[in-house]
């Protein structure tokens, strides 16, 4: 498929669990911060982001947490499915939106 | 729609060709990008599009590389020549104009340099 094999962290959780995505950044800067979800084969897929005036913000299923102070942003999942299963990368947007800077990625595994 | 469409999907080739990339990005979205993701690196912006004008191609690695979008629904990137060092997954995305931070994007081009 169309997707990387990166090393990369691996966070595994049993299905119907709560997830907890962890990211640092570096610039305090940034205007915008995003979570992407990438699935084997497929390219990266947005899922929410919240702007840097704000600590926090919820959609469906999902919440991002970001802490300025400590340059810290989280993905909270709940309720873990298997279809969650995904590489997952936060990204950064300084001076508009279109030059986005994506951080390593962590990979969920859920099992059920 | 369809979503962002590149072709093609797996590109294997030897060090010296020319290798060109396709995307088609959804209608009516006026930015379109192009990623490169390695190992190494992740995922990087290479070049991005507003109205079919390149605006920013900071991250093209070099000259062998460039970029065209002659009209709104078409766009290739082009390498020439390629070296192995250029083996990646290359992904284009597109995105309208008022949705800001939601970028879309295609299933990418595994290219391997031999």
């Known amino acids: 498929g169309e997707s990387v094999g990166l090393h990369l962290p691996t966070l595994s959780v049993q299905e119907g669990d709560n997830s907890i995505i962890n990211c640092a950044y570096s610039n305090s800067a940034s205007d915008y911060f995003i979570w992407y979800k990438q699935e084997s084969g497929k390219g990266p897929q947005f899922i929410i982001d919240i702007r840097s005036n704000m600590d926090k913000r919820q959609g469906q299923r999902v919440t991002v947490l970001l802490n300025k102070t400590v340059k810290h942003l989280s993905l909270q999942i709940a309720a873990t499915q298997p279809g969650d299963s995904a590489v997952y990368f936060c990204a950064e947007s300084t001076g508009g939106y279109n030059k986005l800077i994506f951080g390593a990625g962590t990979r969920l595994a859920v099992h059920p | 729609d369809a979503g962002v469409i590149q072709s093609p999907r797996h590109e294997v080739t030897e060090m010296g060709q020319e290798v060109t990339l396709r995307c088609k990005p959804i209608?009516?979205?006026?930015?379109l990008f192009w990623y490169r993701q390695t190992m190494m690196r992740g995922l990087e912006l290479l070049i991005y599009?507003?109205?079919?004008?390149?605006?920013?191609d900071s991250g093209m690695p070099e000259d062998r590389f460039s970029a065209k979008m002659p009209n709104a629904s078409f766009s290739t990137l082009k390498i020439q020549p390629s070296e192995p060092r250029d083996s990646a997954v290359y992904f284009c995305a597109s995105r309208q104009g008022a949705a800001k931070n939601i970028q879309y994007f295609g299933a990418g081009t595994r290219l391997s340099v031999l």
């Open positions: 209608s009516g979205h006026d930015y």
């Open positions: 599009f507003n109205n079919n004008v390149p605006i920013d």
